[in-house]
C-alpha cells in the first residue's frame, strides 16, 4: 500500500476521546486530526513522540487528517489506521506474499453469512469451495522486549461474534481463517490476549478445536508504504 503523496511527519501530542489526536508539525503549527482505532491502542504510542499522519486533500471534512502510524514507548512503529488491515491483507494475498491464500479465482469483500448477521471481511472461491477470512489488526506489544504480541487489547464481544462464526464454518467443512494483520515493528510472535479478555480467549480455543486456522503476517512501515511481508509464529 504506497502513500501518494507520502506520509507526513509530526510530533504526538495526545490522544483523547477516542477518536481525537493532537500533533505538532515540524514548523511548530498544532492541530486535531482523526484517530481511525477503536481499540485501547495500549502501548503503541506515548506523547510526545514522531507520528505519520495522511492528508484527505477534503476542505469540507471537519478532520481532513488521519494518524497514520505512531511511535511505541519502546521505539517501534505501530500502524493504528484499522481502515487499512482488510486492504494490506487482500493486497499481500493479491501478490502472491501470502502463501497460504493462494489459487483462488475470485475475491469478494464484506459479504454477509452467518447466524449473527455477520459479514466476512474477505472471501475467497474457487470451483472446489470458499475460504473465508477474518482479519484482525494487532498492535498492542507486550513482554520485556515487545516482541510478544496480543489480541485484543481490550475486550472484544464483536471479536468473539466472528470467531463464533467461523467456528459453525470450520465445523460444517468451510475453510475459515482467522488473519492476524500485525503493523508492529517490533511484534516477533502473536497471541491471545487471555487477561485482558477471557471469553475471547476460551471462543478462539472452541474455534481452533473446530478446526478455524490462525495465520499472522507482519507489516514494514514507512511514510511511503505500509506492506505486509513475513509470516510470524501464532503460539495458542
Known amino acids: 500500500m504506497k502513500f501518494e503523496p507520502p506520509l507526513q511527519r509530526a510530533q504526538l501530542l495526545r490522544r483523547y476521546k477516542r477518536f ?8 511548530g503549527e ?3 486530526i482523526h484517530c481511525p482505532n477503536t481499540g485501547s491502542m495500549k502501548n503503541c504510542w506515548a506523547e510526545n513522540t514522531p507520528c505519520w499522519y495522511s492528508d484527505s486533500g477534503n476542505p469540507k471534512r471537519k478532520y481532513r487528517h488521519t494518524l497514520e502510524i505512531t511511535t511505541t514507548p519502546d521505539g517501534a512503529l505501530a500502524g493504528v489506521n484499522t481502515g487499512r488491515a482488510n486492504a494490506l491483507v487482500e493486497e499481500a494475498i493479491a501478490s502472491g ?4 491464500l493462494q489459487g483462488y479465482t475470485r475475491l469478494r469483500r464484506e459479504v454477509r453469512y452467518g447466524e449473527e448477521n455477520s459479514r466476512i471481511d474477505l472471501l475467497l472461491s474457487d470451483d472446489a469451495g470458499d475460504c473465508y477470512i477474518e482479519v484482525k489488526n494487532v498492535t ?3 513482554g520485556a522486549d515487545g516482541s510478544r504480541g496480543l489480541f485484543p487489547d ?3 464481544t464483536r471479536g468473539a461474534k466472528h470467531l463464533r462464526e467461523l467456528q459453525k464454518l470450520a465445523e460444517q467443512g468451510v475453510r475459515a481463517v ?3 494483520c500485525v503493523q508492529h515493528s517490533g511484534i516477533e510472535t502473536v497471541e491471545v490476549a487471555r ?7 476460551e471462543a478462539l480455543d472452541v474455534a481452533l478445536n473446530a478446526g478455524v486456522e490462525v495465520i499472522a503476517y507482519r507489516a514494514r512501515m514507512s511514510a511511503e508504504e505500509i506492506a505486509l511481508f513475513e509470516r510470524i509464529p501464532f503460539q495458542k
Open 97 to 100: 506474499v501470502v502463501t497460504e
Open 140 to 142: 498492542f506489544a507486550d
Open 20 to 27: 481525537l489526536a493532537d500533533i505538532e508539525t515540524p514548523d
Open 178 to 180: 482467522l488473519f492476524y
Open 30 to 32: 498544532i492541530f486535531t
Open 154 to 156: 481490550a475486550v472484544s
Open 195 to 201: 487477561e485482558i479478555d477471557p471469553a475471547y480467549a
